[in-house]
Structures are given as structure tokens and as C-alpha cells.
């Protein structure tokens, strides 16, 4: 049986982010937008007019333990399940003794669901009757947008609140909670811990609260082991504690789709310093190079295009000498490209030349190609007026002829438009000269 947890307290030898799990609104530090004093979640909780949800935010900022303390203040049974090893299975058991405890008179159910947006749809549909009809209130935590992950029957039939990442005020205010905490925390470790690590620390873990608490448990457990008398605890035990700063990012998740948005828009933006910004970051947190070179490769057309030509080239020169070095050293190439693309001239004339004669060619019959623009490779077609009338075009001042190249249907029609930076825009200016 998924046996209920009320007012749960963790082992001894728990780590310190489970020991120090705040108990209740007073003991939770951030979203003050959802659980401040008069805010949304909070007055439905206090109202006991508790309604399924879906809690939707980056790793440690304190879905898992939000949702216990709504269970313990509508002294709701919680029953936890991870997605990542329960079934359908657990899920109907979970149901099943919601609903005898709910005719047994022991109060409502909350089914809290970690990292919901790895079930499937069929196990989410599992739930969905249930959710429904109230013999569960459903509280799903997810890192991914739910927009995305969570089936639409199911979201519709739940609140989405969005819990922020926590920032460093936050994530030290937590460290000194659990400093200064004798029962649960730190508060007998006999360990000063310098106000300059507490501060690295918080400003080095991606707003994660419980990779601060661990990393801090370590960095504690270190010092003592080596100090003996009076260990004190220093930048660098934080810094060897960490072994590495904490990126937050997905490669297939929400982080992974905005940081490359936010790089592409530096680069499109002529920013340099924020795209080499993005750029590191994207690298240093495993992203795959190759995904951020072929980025690159559809910006040189999209977002360069013809305002300088050479940006194509040196975009896929790029992806050629990162294919062939990797990484580490493959950051030059990529460094160099996301510097010329964000010094480079703009133009998007060439998207918007092919989306004018796209709409064209969607919209207009398909006529058939004018006669004198067919090759006549034999006699028939000659005799039929294949290419008769062609003009050559080199036979022409220029290299250049007017002549009617497309169906008479869309002739006329202007696709594209030319920019007025860089090579396109000094073409432009000598075809207007000559014109």
C-alpha cells in the first residue's frame, strides 16, 4: 500500500535538505508571489478550498516541499509518487485507498506526482477520471512547461502555478536558517562557516536550494574532518564542496529552448558580448556543439543573409572544424562565428522574398513554365515554340535582359526586397544607378 505521510521526519542520517524541509508557510523562504500573506495559493490553502495543481518550476525551489505543507495544513493524507519509477499500477492502488479512506472518513487525498511530465499520456489518462470526480486532489510538480507536458484534460482540470527561481538573498537565507538550526541542521556542528563562502555559494547553484544545502552539509563535514578544534569553513571548501558551478539547464527541457532562444536574439541583435554570454553558458552546461553551430548556420541566411554572403560560409566553415576537432578547443570556432554574425550586417530580405513567392505559389494556379524559357531537345518540341524568342543573357550589356520569366498569372509580382546595409545594400545602390 502507498501509505500516507503526515508531518513525515526524516532519518537522522537524511542528507541536510530533507532534515531541514521547512514544516510550514512561516519556515518557507520564496515564492512570496503564491504563498505571501494575501497571495492566491495561500488563501485557497488557509480557505481550505483546495483545487488540483500543477506546481511548474526549475529544480530546488521548492515544489516537493510545497506541496507537503498544503497537505499538512488541510490535513489532507500525501501520498507521494515519483514518475520516474511508478506505473499505472501504483497510480490505481494510490486511487483505490484514496477512495476507501474518503468512505472511511479519513479525509481527502493528495497525490502528489514528482517530475509528472515523465508519465505518458495513457498514465496520465489513468488519473484523469479520478481527478475529476475528487476522490484526489492531484498536486503534479514539473521542471518542463505543462503547456507541453501535461495532457489537456488534465490541465484543464488544474491550476498551474509557476514557482520562480530562488536568487542568492534567498538561497543564503536558507544556509543560515539551517546554520543556526540545532535540531534538524547545523546548529551543533561546533563549524563556522565565513559570511564570503555562504555568499559564493548561493551566488553558485542556479537558485537550487537543495544543491546548496548538500554542497554546504559537505563543505561542513570537511572542515571538521580536518580542523579538528575550531574548523571554519572557507570559500575554497565551498568551491571543492561544489567540485563544479551548477548550470541550469536541460538539453531537453525548457532551459535548453530559452537559453539558445536568448543566444539567437543577441546574435540578431548585434550584441556580441551577450551572445559569447549565452554561448559559454550553452557549452559549459554539455549542450551538444553541433545543435548550436547548425543555430548559427540558419542564422547567417535568416538573420545576415544577403547584407554579407561570407557569413554562410563562415557559419558552415564552423561546422566543419567543429566536426573535426570537438570539443574542447572547438570553442574558438564557435567564439569566432558568433562574433562575426553579431558584428555583421542585418538583413531578412531573403525569408521574406521566399515566404512573398511561397504565398504566391499556394495561392495561384500552376501554370504551366512560358514556352521560350523550355530547353527544345528535340525536333517536336521546336516545332511547338520551345524556347523560341529566348534572350541569352550574356548577349546583353551587363549580362543582364528583360524578359518574362515566370506565368503571366504571377509576372509582375515583387518578392524581394532589397536591404540597405552591407553587400546587399551596395548591390541595390549600383542597380538603382543603372536603372
Not at 503534479?140 to 501535461?150: C, D, Y
Not at 575550531?230 to 532551459?255: C, K
Request: glycine content about 10%; hydrophobic content about 40%.
Amino acid at each position: 500500500m502507498l501509505a500516507p505521510e503526515r508531518d513525515a521526519v526524516p532519518d537522522a542520517g537524511a542528507p541536510l535538505a530533507a532534515r531541514v524541509r521547512p514544516r510550514g508557510f512561516d519556515e518557507y523562504v520564496g515564492q512570496e508571489h503564491l504563498v505571501g500573506d494575501g497571495r492566491i495559493l495561500r488563501r485557497l490553502v488557509e480557505a481550505d478550498n483546495l483545487p488540483s495543481m500543477i506546481l511548474w518550476g526549475p529544480p530546488g525551489t521548492g515544489k516537493t516541499t510545497l506541496a507537503r505543507i498544503i497537505a499538512t495544513r488541510t490535513q489532507a493524507a500525501f501520498v507521494p509518487v515519483s514518475a520516474v519509477s511508478a506505473g499505472v499500477a501504483d497510480l490505481r492502488k494510490a486511487v483505490a485507498d484514496a477512495r476507501e479512506r474518503l468512505h472511511a472518513g479519513g479525509g481527502r487525498t493528495v497525490l502528489f506526482i514528482d517530475e509528472i511530465h515523465r508519465f505518458n499520456k495513457a498514465q496520465q489518462d489513468a488519473i484523469l477520471p479520478f481527478v475529476e470526480d475528487g476522490t484526489i486532489t492531484l498536486i503534479g510538480a514539473t521542471t518542463e512547461n505543462p503547456s507541453f507536458e501535461v495532457i489537456g484534460p488534465l490541465l484543464s482540470r488544474s491550476r498551474v502555478f509557476a514557482l520562480k527561481q530562488l536568487d542568492p538573498a534567498h538561497i543564503e537565507r536558507i544556509l543560515r536558517s539551517a546554520l543556526e538550526d540545532g535540531g534538524r541542521g547545523l546548529g551543533r556542528s561546533g563549524v563556522a562557516v565565513d559570511d564570503e563562502a555562504l555568499a559564493a555559494l548561493a551566488a553558485s547553484v542556479g537558485g537550487d536550494a537543495r544543491i546548496a544545502l548538500n554542497a554546504l552539509e559537505a563543505a561542513v563535514l570537511g572542515a571538521r574532518a580536518r580542523d579538528g578544534g575550531m574548523p571554519r569553513v572557507s570559500v575554497e571548501d565551498v568551491e571543492e564542496a561544489l567540485q563544479h558551478r551548477t548550470y541550469l539547464y536541460d538539453r531537453q527541457g525548457d532551459a535548453h529552448y530559452d537559453t539558445v532562444s536568448a543566444f539567437i536574439k543577441s546574435l540578431r541583435g548585434s550584441d556580441p558580448d551577450a551572445a559569447l554570454y549565452w554561448l559559454a553558458r550553452m557549452i559549459e552546461a554539455g549542450e551538444d556543439p553541433l545543435f548550436i553551430v547548425r543555430r548559427m548556420v540558419i542564422l547567417a541566411s535568416e538573420d545576415v543573409g544577403l547584407a554579407d554572403p561570407q557569413a554562410l560560409v563562415v557559419a558552415t566553415a564552423c561546422q566543419q572544424a567543429v566536426h573535426f576537432i570537438g570539443l574542447p578547443e572547438g570553442f574558438y570556432a564557435m567564439a569566432e562565428t558568433a562574433l562575426y554574425l553579431a558584428l555583421a550586417p542585418k538583413s531578412n530580405s531573403v525569408g521574406s522574398a521566399y515566404t512573398a513567392a511561397l504565398r504566391d505559389v499556394e495561392s495561384t494556379r500552376n501554370d504551366p513554365v512560358p514556352l521560350h524559357l523550355r530547353n527544345a531537345v528535340t525536333g517536336l518540341m521546336r516545332q511547338m515554340g520551345y524556347g523560341k524568342g529566348y534572350k541569352y543573357a550574356h548577349d546583353f550589356p551587363g549580362h543582364e535582359v528583360q524578359q518574362q520569366h515566370r506565368p503571366e498569372g504571377v509576372e509582375g509580382h515583387r518578392y524581394y526586397r532589397a536591404g540597405d546595409l552591407g553587400w546587399e545594400g551596395r548591390r541595390k545602390r549600383e542597380r538603382e544607378q543603372r536603372d
